[in-house]
Structures are given as structure tokens and as C-alpha cells.
């Protein structure tokens, strides 16, 4: 049990037409290496599963979405084929969302750290609560926005992008990220945001599968390249989380919040 918790928990619960994918991580919903491969996995299965018409994507607890990666792993890195293989895993839960012919709607219930953000990003439309503040540390620890952003991008504009990008150690708020497009609605009370959800996804269940699936297409037109692009960007961050300026940034930052 101990070590199940220190990896974190995806579970898919299907009620009617709509499946639910929950991920969990007692470090402010982190995302090991294992627990981003379980979650990619639970949104291929989901996508196959001819009983799920729309998927809805959310984490546990109530005031953090997601932290991003966890920087114990970050801190374990030791070569580049490792370095590859963790950010990949950011890339995998990105280009899953991608190819799910089901629509994903997003429930962010707050806080979003880097590729929390982008996981955000990721959905087909995303539903989140005014305590749902955003950042892009990445930078501020030596690596860099390289997997997650071009999904941020594509929701949001490069001009966004760049300011969320730069301003590494500043939270933007939930009001910013909604009128970027990173969120389409906000909501005061998580009560309210289940209710929003739960309402949507019936509508979106009710509509012809074959409909929705073409129109998910459209909206990743352009996205064809991203499978080696994400890879890339994967093989970037590997490189420089091997750095030295990195392990001192990822060093002190877990000091201070030892």
C-alpha cells in the first residue's frame, strides 16, 4: 500500500455513456513516471471502449489539479535515455488525448504546475474552478516548457504562451487562463463544477459518436508531426535536467520544501 501511494492512483469508473479517469497523488497529485504511463493507458482504453461516449479527465483532492513532475524522480536522473523516458511520459498522456476519438472534458479543481498545465491543455474543453491558478516553473529549474508547450500554445497563442513561459516563478490566475482559452468556464464552488461537468458530458453522450469523433479531428488538425516532435522535445528536457545549473535548482528546491 505504501509504495502504491508513493506512485499515485488512476481509476476509471464508467457510469452510463461516461467515463470517468481519475488520477491521485498524496504530493499534491505529482506525477511519477509510473502513474503518467497508467494514466495514457486508461485514456487509450477508455477511447476503445465502445460503451464510453465522453471522457472525463480529473484529479483527487480539492485545491491542486496537478503539481507536475516529481522532482524526486527529476532529482534521480542519471543519462539521457532516463532523462528521454520521463519526459516522454508528459508526451505520451498529451498525444493519448490526441487520438481518443471521444471528446475529453477537463475538471480542474485548482492549482496547475507545468505538465498539469499541459494536461489541462490537452482536453477537448475544460471546466475549472477560480482557485485553478497556473504555472510554467519549468524554467525556473533549468529545463523548460519543451514537452508541454505545444498544446499550451495551440490552446492559447504563442503570445500567452511566451508570457506564461518567461514568468516562471509567477502564478497566473484562473481569470487569465480562462480569457487565454485554457479554460472554457469558471466556477466558484467545486459544487458548481461538477454540476457544469456532469451536464456537459451528458449532452456530449447524447450526441452521433460518428459526429464527434470527426469534429475531434478537426480540432487537432496540424498535430500530425507532434508524435516526433513531442519526442524531440522529450530528448531536450532529458538532456538539460543533466545539467548542473538543473540539479542545483532541483536540489534547492527540494530543500525548501523538505
Not at 15 to 39: R, S, Y
Not at 208 to 233: C, H, I, M, Y
Request: hydrophobic share 45%; charged share 20%; with cysteine.
Amino acid at each position: 500500500m505504501d509504495e502504491l501511494r508513493q506512485e499515485g492512483e488512476v481509476n476509471v469508473v464508467r457510469e452510463g455513456k461516461i467515463g470517468t479517469i481519475t488520477f491521485t497523488h498524496p504530493a499534491h497529485n505529482a506525477m511519477p513516471g509510473n502513474q503518467l504511463k497508467n494514466l495514457a493507458d486508461a485514456i487509450d482504453q477508455a477511447g476503445r471502449d465502445p460503451d464510453i461516449a465522453v471522457i472525463v479527465l480529473k484529479s483527487g483532492g480539492d485545491r491542486t489539479f496537478c503539481a507536475g513532475a516529481s522532482f524526486d524522480e527529476l532529482a534521480s536522473i542519471e543519462d539521457l535515455t532516463t532523462g528521454k523516458q520521463f519526459f516522454m511520459g508528459f508526451a505520451n498522456v498529451i498525444l493519448a488525448c490526441r487520438r481518443c476519438p471521444k471528446i475529453i472534458i477537463g475538471r480542474v479543481q485548482g492549482k496547475a504546475v507545468g505538465g498539469g498545465v499541459g494536461i489541462a491543455a490537452a482536453v477537448d474543453y475544460c471546466f475549472a474552478t477560480a482557485h485553478a491558478s497556473i504555472k510554467l516553473s519549468e524554467l525556473a529549474v533549468g529545463i523548460g516548457p519543451f514537452v508541454v508547450g505545444p498544446v499550451i500554445e495551440r490552446k492559447i497563442g504563442n503570445a500567452a504562451f511566451r508570457q506564461l513561459a518567461l514568468r516562471a516563478s509567477d502564478w497566473m490566475s484562473a481569470e487569465w487562463a480562462c480569457e487565454q482559452g485554457l479554460y472554457q468556464e469558471l466556477f466558484s464552488t467545486q459544487a458548481e463544477l461538477d454540476e457544469a461537468v456532469q451536464s456537459f458530458a451528458i449532452k456530449l453522450a447524447s450526441y452521433n459518436p460518428e459526429a464527434v469523433a470527426a469534429l475531434k479531428s478537426v480540432f487537432w488538425e496540424g498535430t500530425e508531426n507532434w508524435d516526433q516532435l513531442l519526442e524531440d522535445r522529450a530528448a531536450t528536457s532529458g538532456k538539460l535536467v543533466l545539467s548542473s545549473f538543473t540539479r542545483n535548482a532541483i536540489a534547492a528546491f527540494k530543500n525548501r520544501t523538505a
